[in-house]
């Protein structure tokens, strides 16, 4: 296991395509929903607790083995928007690429064989951290931070926010980050004995529709 592996795979700079997308914060800043320091914690707490939950069951999984082509299957049941599904797979494909250029290994080549298109993002993520000898642990919380980290940095460029007010919500998120990915890591070990009922499958309602939403829209900073 590397700290190093780690650091480089959870790195923004890491060329993944996620800087790209907004994770729903675009849609909720033009909304309104999101204006200040205040709405956005609330809004990353909420995102952690229901999608990254989500993202963090299928990458702690497939770091620990199980079939991803079946945790792809479940990444699909647990993502109702058409269009959401469509930028998991898009990010997916994009983290494929750089992570089999970084850790190549015959899972991430199996992955990449049978998901042309591209697999869910965060079920590469977790396969790529296995490849990455990094542990389960260690897929969910790079799971479980990104699903808050690119959201906080979209909304200092969208609102023009302080940094530093930004990064001090992330920290702010810590324990609970440390709990999402504890329980992701927990419910992926018990895949083996009971499949991927055994994985979260939160929801956000109002992600899903404004995700379809912004999709939509003709101009556009992010691309979701």
Known sequence: ???TALLVLADGRFPAGGHAHSG???AAVASGRVHD???LEAFCRGRLHTTGLVAAGLAAAAAHGYDALALDEAADTRTPAPVLR??????GRQLMRAARAT???????HLAH???HGAHQPVVLGVTARAARLTPLDAAQAAAYESVGGPATAAVRLLSLDPFDATAVLARLADELDTVADSATAAAVRTATEGVAALPAASAPLLDITGEQHAAWTVRLFAS
Not at 103 to 109: A, K, Y
């Open 103 to 109: 850790w190549p290994s015959t899972d991430l080549d």
């Open 24 to 26: 729903g914060m675009e």
């Open 114 to 116: 049978h998901r042309p």
């Open 86 to 91: 469509r930028i998991a797979r898009r990010l």
């Open 37 to 39: 320091i205040a709405s």
């Open 1 to 3: 296991m590397s700290r």
